[in-house]
């Protein structure tokens, strides 16, 4: 527990002593009397307020508001330091009560830690399974990929294949069209003439030939 309710009263009546004018030793040794008799009565009651057995920690923080402050307890007022000590109250500046904070969060963090260590363990076997399980969908899903690479390989060649042939087709028909052509040189479609070698009398004889 912190407790920030700091008699700044007494402190006050210290500094007016220290620095009016019409200080006097005797009127700062009565503020410094004063102000220890109340820090006392604040020390005893964070002790009895905040520190019950069972209920509460073993600790309790007195939060004093200046750096100024705290450096003059620690100088000039070592009773009151020792016998915060003895109630279990720490004095605390607030650079030192930030410094306090973030000791007992890590302390606090690591026994939470500890006392779940065995759910922290439990938790990382099943994502370790989870990661291996994981790992298998990504090797099978890589060999799909590399057989599906490789049926497109194929398909390519075959594609390649047929195109190839498409052509030598294609060039095959443009040459027996062009063969095709009546030319000069082609007697095949002329009409005989009667003159030709074996005239009408060879005609008759090849039907003759042909008939036996």
Do not use: C
């Amino acid at each position: 527990m912190i407790d920030a309710k700091f008699p700044l009263e007494a402190w006050n009546a210290i500094r007016a002593a220290s620095e009016g004018e019409g200080g006097s030793p005797e009127a700062r040794k009565a503020a410094e009397s004063a102000f220890r008799r109340d820090v006392e009565v604040h020390i005893k009651a964070i002790s009895e307020k905040y520190l019950l057995t069972g209920e509460t920690q073993d600790t309790a923080f007195m939060f004093v508001p200046s750096e100024s402050i705290f450096a003059e307890i620690h100088e000039n007022f070592e009773n009151l330091v020792q016998r915060a000590h003895r109630a279990r109250v720490v004095i605390v500046s607030p650079s030192l009560l930030m410094l306090s904070i973030q000791v007992i969060q890590a302390v606090l963090k690591d026994a939470r830690m500890r006392e779940q260590a065995h759910l922290i363990q439990a938790e990382v076997v099943r994502l370790m399974e989870d990661v291996g399980r994981l790992d298998d969908r990504v090797r099978k899903l890589q060999t799909h990929f590399m057989q599906a690479n490789k049926d497109i390989d194929m398909i390519l060649t075959s594609t390649d294949k047929v195109t190839k042939r498409g052509a030598k087709i294609e060039a095959l028909e443009l040459g027996a069209g062009e063969a095709e052509k009546p030319g000069a040189s082609d007697n095949r479609l002329a009409p005989k003439k009667p003159n030709d070698e074996g005239g009408p009398g060879s005609g008759q004889l090849r039907l003759r030939v042909v008939d036996e």
